[in-house]
């Protein structure tokens, strides 16, 4: 070992020293100039305070996904205490939803004008407020606007929270990020309903002020608990120092980046190599004789009409952009097919902890075979068959009835891990054909399930393919349009794919009371229609961003 380091070098071994030599470290880059933001990214490095910020995203993502399926575990539950027939269940689960879709754009604006930092806090500090008044909710009319403005508040954080990621870290480590936040997103998914098993089978009840608390009351307010400990635990981090250089906060960027070498490196934040950054927009700033940066706090930048001469020619660039030939028909599909998906997947998703709870009901109660034809038939009559038996209203909660729910969630896990090292082997146009075809197959063969057993492998296919096919999609589909269309038209296809969860949460129990085949036709047949929307679209596997 010794040796090593005293071997010679010979000139036939330079040429393959010095171009892995130039690639990364730190002596390679010109600090004397002006540095861009991913130049001052690279510099920072990957160490502790990104292992951190990954740390404080797992409550965050927790949070996102809490308040948009929390409400499809406590419907059995809560089916007594506020007297749910089919339809307010399927309002209850689709109407966080539309609380996002009103929210959308107001969240987008103030994103891109107050910060990611702030929004973020912000939103869950009160998304905490929201949860807490659905703990309290004493009828369902109650519950459904505090659920309504819930989604409202949610939509924000769950749609920055991605970008405040990713914006910490270069254009090497961002595919791993995004593996990692899927992971935690699914992971989130298997909380939820170990979460619901350890509460709701529970004979909780007291009251406090002539409110009655009972155990689902209980489980809504735990569940807002990642929403407090995420407002906590941000209010310690930096604003993401993309977003600062991009409204020309150089200085506030410069302190970003140092914090971030320092816990990485170990270092002093004084020893940071990179001096200054590039200007990408003229603020009101100035460097004193000390090289310190000090920010006019005379307000915003000065309006220089040339500027807004030059946003008014984007925006309308843009417009014209869209209205093209080949980007409108490609956002026609990319918009219907997101669309028919999440009507799809979170119609089934959001309706599971409903059907394996009425089955687990029914095998209560009934010594007949068990299948989804007599589930559904059950549940429609639920309130006829209940009294004729007991003559009253009773709930029965198990820990089996939600242990269901724990394989579906580990079953998406598994797929969603699978995929990811198989998606770049057969490309995302047949990952997206593969998985919706079989999910849809999976969905009217939901009819045919004769036990609980097989009721369980079907659905956990179903929502696991669909999930998969949904993620390649989004991302298949922004690599269709350039930089400028990119976030529009995701945002756009977001919110038609939100509008299909609502259609599906309401029309689901609509026809759940026709029969037993339409309800898994409609799961099915839009699965179908998503897969022939995707068969249309360009293969993205050799498309270059543009």
């Known amino acids: 070992m010794d040796s090593i380091p005293n071997t010679p070098v010979t000139e036939n071994d330079a040429p393959r020293i010095y171009p892995i030599k130039r690639t990364n470290t730190e002596d390679d880059l010109d600090f004397e100039t002006p540095a861009d933001y991913e130049t001052a990214i690279k510099v920072c490095g990957f160490g502790r305070f990104n292992v951190l910020l990954l740390l404080v995203a797992i409550p965050a993502i927790m949070a996102a996904v809490f308040e948009t399926a929390v409400v499809s575990f406590i419907l059995p539950s809560a089916e007594c205490d506020l007297n749910l027939d089919l339809v307010d269940k399927g309002i209850l689960n689709g109407i966080t939803y539309g609380g996002m879709?009103?929210?959308?754009?107001?969240?987008?604006?103030?994103?891109?004008?107050?910060?990611?930092?702030?929004?973020?806090?912000?939103?869950?500090?009160?998304?905490?407020?929201?949860?807490?008044?659905?703990?309290?909710?004493?009828?369902?009319?109650?519950?459904?606007?505090?659920?309504?403005?819930?989604?409202?508040?949610?939509?924000?954080?769950f749609a920055v929270l991605i970008s405040y990621l990713t914006e910490f870290h270069g254009t090497?480590?961002?595919?791993?990020?995004?593996?990692?936040?899927?992971?935690?997103?699914?992971?989130?998914?298997?909380?939820?309903?170990?979460?619901a098993l350890s509460i709701l089978p529970n004979d909780w009840s007291f009251q406090i002020f002539n409110m009655k608390f009972v155990s689902w009351k209980i489980f809504m307010a735990i569940c807002?608990?990642?929403?407090?400990?995420?407002?906590?635990?941000?209010?310690?981090?930096?604003?993401?120092?993309?977003?600062?250089?991009?409204?020309?906060?150089?200085?506030?960027?410069?302190?970003?980046?140092?914090?971030?070498?320092?816990?990485?490196?170990?270092?002093?934040?004084?020893?940071?190599?990179?001096?200054s950054l590039i200007e990408e927009?003229?603020?009101?700033?100035?460097?004193?004789?000390?090289?310190?940066?000090?920010?006019?706090?005379?307000?915003?930048?000065?309006?220089?009409?040339?500027?807004?001469?030059?946003?008014?020619?984007?925006?309308?660039?843009?417009?014209?952009?869209?209205?093209?030939?080949?980007?409108?028909?490609?956002?026609?599909?990319?918009?219907?097919?997101?669309?028919?998906?999440?009507?799809?997947?979170n119609t089934m998703r959001l309706w599971l902890p409903q059907l394996f709870a009425s089955?687990?009901?029914?095998?209560?109660?009934?010594?007949?075979?068990?299948?989804?034809?007599?589930?559904?038939?059950?549940?429609?009559?639920?309130?006829?068959?209940?009294?004729?038996?007991?003559?009253?209203?009773?709930?029965?909660?198990?820990?089996?009835?939600?242990?269901?729910?724990?394989?579906?969630?580990?079953?998406?896990?598994v797929t969603y891990l699978i995929a990811g090292t198989l998606v770049n082997?057969?490309?995302?146009?047949?990952?997206?054909?593969?998985?919706?075809?079989?999910?849809?197959?999976?969905?009217?063969?939901?009819?045919?399930?004769?036990?609980?057993?097989?009721?369980?492998?079907?659905?956990?296919?179903?929502?696991?393919?669909?999930?998969?096919?949904?993620?390649?999609?989004?991302?298949?589909?922004?690599?269709?349009?350039?930089t400028s269309l990119r976030t529009i038209i995701v945002s756009m296809a977001m919110m038609l794919g939100r509008i299909g969860s609502i259609l599906g949460n309401v029309l689901f129990p609509v026809f759940m009371s026709f029969g037993c085949i339409p309800p898994f036709v409609m799961v099915g047949a839009v699965l179908f229609i998503g897969c022939i929307l995707a068969s249309i679209l360009p293969n993205t596997s050799k498309l270059e961003l543009k």
């Open 101 to 157: 879709i009103v929210s959308a754009v107001a969240w987008g604006y103030l994103a891109d004008t107050k910060g990611r930092k702030n929004l973020l806090i912000w939103g869950f500090v009160i998304d905490v407020i929201c949860v807490i008044c659905s703990a309290l909710s004493q009828n369902v009319v109650q519950l459904m606007l505090a659920k309504f403005f819930g989604g409202f508040v949610i939509c924000g954080p």
């Open 281 to 345: 927009v003229k603020q009101k700033q100035y460097k004193t004789a000390n090289n310190q940066c000090n920010i006019s706090i005379i307000g915003a930048a000065p309006r220089i009409e040339n500027n807004v001469e030059l946003k008014s020619s984007k925006k309308s660039n843009t417009f014209r952009e869209l209205c093209s030939k080949r980007n409108l028909g490609l956002c026609l599909v990319v918009c219907l097919m997101q669309f028919f998906i999440l009507l799809g997947l």
């Open 425 to 482: 082997k057969i490309g995302n146009k047949q990952m997206q054909i593969i998985g919706l075809s079989c999910a849809g197959v999976c969905g009217i063969g939901l009819y045919w399930s004769s036990s609980s057993v097989a009721t369980l492998i079907i659905s956990s296919l179903y929502v696991a393919l669909c999930s998969m096919a949904n993620t390649s999609a989004v991302g298949a589909s922004a690599n269709l349009f350039p």
């Open 172 to 195: 090497n480590r961002r595919p791993q990020v995004m593996m990692i936040i899927g992971i935690m997103f699914m992971t989130a998914n298997i909380v939820l309903p170990i979460l």
């Open 224 to 275: 807002g608990l990642p929403s407090l400990l995420s407002s906590i635990l941000l209010c310690f981090l930096p604003e993401s120092p993309r977003f600062l250089m991009s409204k020309g906060r150089n200085c506030e960027a410069m302190e970003a980046f140092k914090m971030m070498y320092s816990m990485n490196k170990g270092k002093s934040r004084d020893s940071f190599p990179i001096k």
């Open 359 to 413: 089955l687990n009901e029914y095998e209560h109660i009934s010594s007949e075979a068990t299948s989804m034809c007599k589930i559904l038939e059950y549940s429609v009559n639920k309130t006829e068959i209940v009294k004729n038996v007991i003559d009253e209203c009773v709930v029965v909660i198990t820990p089996a009835t939600y242990t269901n729910n724990i394989v579906v969630a580990c079953v998406g896990l």
